[in-house]
């Protein structure tokens, strides 16, 4: 059964740094396109980054600059690093592979706050 299972989230302060770690099992996270999204509390599920099975990153506007998208194909994972971090962005994290199927991780909190 594919599962991805994200780790790293808990409390950032503004202006600081938080790294989230997607772990995949069972599909290989080179052969997918794959990214990090997240929902805040009464907003829509939005895209934060991506990256494409040949290495291209793509990245919302409000974090360009902020946060890199990283893989590892050794350890089957997809890592967001997060910095200069806004306490609008707190919200559940999620990792995606997509390939023929979307899979979803099942959420990790990420609560910026001073």
């Known amino acids: 059964q594919v599962q991805l299972v994200e780790s790293g989230g808990g409390l950032g302060q503004p202006g600081g740094s938080l790294r989230l770690s997607c772990a995949a099992s069972v599909l290989s996270i080179s052969t997918y396109d794959k990214g990090w999204y997240r929902q805040a509390p009464g907003k829509q599920r939005e895209m934060v980054a991506r990256m494409t099975t040949s290495g291209s990153t793509i990245y919302a506007d409000s974090v360009k600059g902020r946060f890199s998208i990283s893989r590892d194909n050794v350890k089957n994972t997809v890592d967001l690093q997060m910095n200069s971090l806004k306490p609008e962005e707190t919200a559940v994290y999620y990792c995606?592979?997509?390939?023929?199927?979307?899979?979803w991780g099942q959420g990790t909190q990420g609560t910026v706050t001073s």
């Open positions: 995606k592979a997509q390939s023929a199927y979307a899979y």
